[in-house]
DNA sequence: GTATTTATGTACTACTAAGTACAATATATT
DNA sequence: AATATATTGTACTTAGTAGTACATAAATAC
């Protein structure tokens, strides 16, 4: 059973794994994201890593559990600033924060232009596994999440009494998910940090 | 070459079509939107339109072809909406129709919760026949509709001088966008109708 | 050194996909 | 009635997919 032992065993029996599982992931990551899951061949992701075709299955199970994994490491690396933005001083720089980090995110040159976590959570590819509704809960949890935000806010007087604080995260959440079907589609990076300007010009709070 | 007989020759020639075109590209549309392109089989299309494998060939020409007649026909119908919503009064009519008219079409009860064309231009499974260019190409249309509409506002002493109207569009349709998502991701319509309430509070025009 | 364990590489299976050949059929034209 | 034309239905081809069997290689344990 040995539970304690998940950390880093210094000594592994068998003949040792050619590759690095966590590179080989993010490599994975890439292919899904420029090419979605169903277009994705085993054979794109073999030739991605660089390895063969049954290390894949031994390492990461099957294509569905391999996407599973990618999808997990997506949501502790490149999207975690949704949960850190929420310890911004007021309600505007959250939203500020989220927003012009997502942009960042969706155009810098090395990733594709899109979010893996909102492709997915429409992707109609996925609607038989039982992964999309891990990613729709995912978002949920991240809309739950700034709406306890916007709930302090009103406590402290940031936002006003009256505001009707899940509506407002909807809003801004329903902003996040078009901007990157906006980046997808092709539009600049100075669009879409105009396009956060003008949200924030009518923001309620401080 | 004949070229005025494009309309209703009464009698044609060989075996008269079992099925009618235009009603099986409904169904066809139907199929594409709840299932996606690339994960929809032709047999998935010959069993939704009840005709054989052969008949879809030669009335359509191929799957890709298939799609693309499909898309076509949702322009036409389902979100001409887009275009007929410029003529309203005001810039914040326009906005108010084209937001509430989208909600209205995502959230009835007989059609998929989701924009075939905006899940298409992101849909990297289309990335590769040359239709998702046309997609793009026609979301973009829409916009410079919309812009030139602002741009009249602005004429009109709707929207202030000093307002960027290629900006607030990319505002207005990244809403557009979102709301879609949204409503995939399981969003209620009074949630949507919501969203929609707050971006017309802070609009800037009339 | 020998046994055990795990990963590798080659080659395969089973399946499903898009697209098609071809004979049969139903209409219009003559 | 005979012919030309276009659609239909059955059955097929070709190609690409996910997943795997099995012998081999590389490490540790004893």
Not at 8 to 20: S, W
Not at 54 to 67: D, I, R
Request: hydrophobic share 40%; aromatic share 6%; proline share 3%.
């Amino acid at each position: 059973m040995q539970a304690m032992k998940t950390v880093a065993p210094t000594k592994t029996l068998g003949r040792p794994r050619k590759f690095d599982k966590d590179l080989a992931l993010d490599a994975a990551l890439q292919v899904f994201m420029q090419k979605g899951y169903e277009a994705t061949s085993l054979t794109d992701i073999t030739e991605a890593l660089g390895i063969n075709r049954p290390s894949v299955y031994a390492a990461f199970g099957n294509k569905e559990e391999l996407f599973a994994q990618a999808l997990a490491k997506y949501n502790q690396g490149p999207i975690a600033y949704l949960n850190d933005v929420l310890s911004e001083r007021t309600s505007r720089d959250v939203v500020k924060e989220m927003l012009m980090k997502s942009v960042e995110l969706l155009t810098c040159a090395e990733q594709p232009r899109a979010c893996l976590a909102i492709q997915s959570s429409i992707s109609s590819e996925l609607a038989a596994a039982g992964i999309q509704q891990n990613i729709v809960a995912g978002l949920h949890q991240i809309e739950m999440n700034i709406k306890n935000r916007f709930d302090q806010a009103i406590a402290e007087g940031d936002l006003p009494k009256d505001t009707d604080s899940w509506l407002l995260t909807k809003y801004v959440t329903t902003i996040h998910k078009g901007l990157s079907i906006q980046a997808s589609n092709g539009t600049s990076a100075e669009e879409l940090y105009g396009i956060v300007e003008i949200t924030l010009k009518s923001w309620p709070g401080k």
